[in-house]
């Protein structure tokens, strides 16, 4: 292990996975703003190496020509937005088709190898908040934090419904149970990095939960753990 590798472990890590439209994205947002630590969408990655792949029009199942696809990304993140090359797609990496073909290039084991030591470049001081489906249990296993956000599918379904109404895209309630229900199963019954919590992840269903209130949990969860174990 070389030295900036040990000196990272240091930087604290907080990770919240948890399958689609579970909330993750805002609550882990909205937690590193309070906390004043970097903010990682690991999905976004999967989104951006899914739009590129969509535009080229590249075989999904093409695993080699994917994963060079996602190692030579050039995406930047300024505030909210995503950019890939000089164009903004904040907006175009959230279509539900790019979604969807995220998840089916998300199990392919050289696009998540590819996407991998990028993603551990966000670790820097002050701290990070992550979120995805694999920050605790394969990118940071020795997180400080672990957090698995679930909600009913219906919650999920009817959140995703409300974000796409918001940002002017059409929307079928039915298409997207049925777009929650088959990405999850992918999701979690893939071979490599499969959905489920990490070992020692505080559970939190929410369901019946606000993002500002899934967000003090969260808070409170860190700052019992400095209390305790002075991090
Ligand atoms: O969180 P999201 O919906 O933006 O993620 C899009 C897809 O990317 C998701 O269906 C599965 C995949 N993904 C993953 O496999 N691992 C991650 N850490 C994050 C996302």
């Not at 696009?111 to 001081?125: P, T």
């Not at 929307?171 to 990405?183: C, G, I, P, Q, Y």
Request: glycine share 6%.
């Amino acid at each position: 292990m070389t030295a900036s590798h040990h000196h990272h472990h240091h930087v604290p890590v907080i990770t919240i996975d948890g399958p689609t439209a579970s909330g993750k994205g805002t609550v882990a947002h909205k937690a590193a703003l309070r906390l004043g630590f970097h903010y990682l969408d690991s999905g976004s990655l999967y989104r951006l190496t899914a739009l590129t792949a969509l535009r080229k029009g590249m075989d999904l199942r093409d695993e080699h020509a994917l994963a060079k696809a996602a190692e030579s990304l050039h995406c930047s993140f300024s505030g909210d937005a995503i950019f890939l090359a000089h164009e903004n797609v904040t907006a175009a990496i959230r279509a539900e088709e790019v979604g969807n073909t995220a998840s089916k290039i998300a199990a392919l084991p050289a696009v998540r190898q590819a996407l991998y030591g990028l993603q551990l470049g966000f670790r820097k001081a002050p701290g990070l908040v992550a979120d995805g489906r694999d920050m605790g249990t394969v990118i940071f296993p020795h997180a400080q934090l672990k957090v698995f956000l679930t909600a009913s599918v219906e919650a999920r379904a009817d959140r995703r419904y409300k974000q796409l109404i918001e940002k002017g895209f059409s929307a079928s309630m039915e298409d997207l149970l049925k777009d929650l229900r088959e990405r999850d199963e992918r999701d979690a019954n893939r071979k490599i990095a499969p959905l489920k919590p990490a070992e020692g992840a505080h559970v939190l269903d929410t369901s019946s939960m606000t993002a500002d209130e899934a967000v003090e949990q969260v808070l409170k969860w860190y700052a019992d753990l400095k209390k305790h174990h002075a991090i």
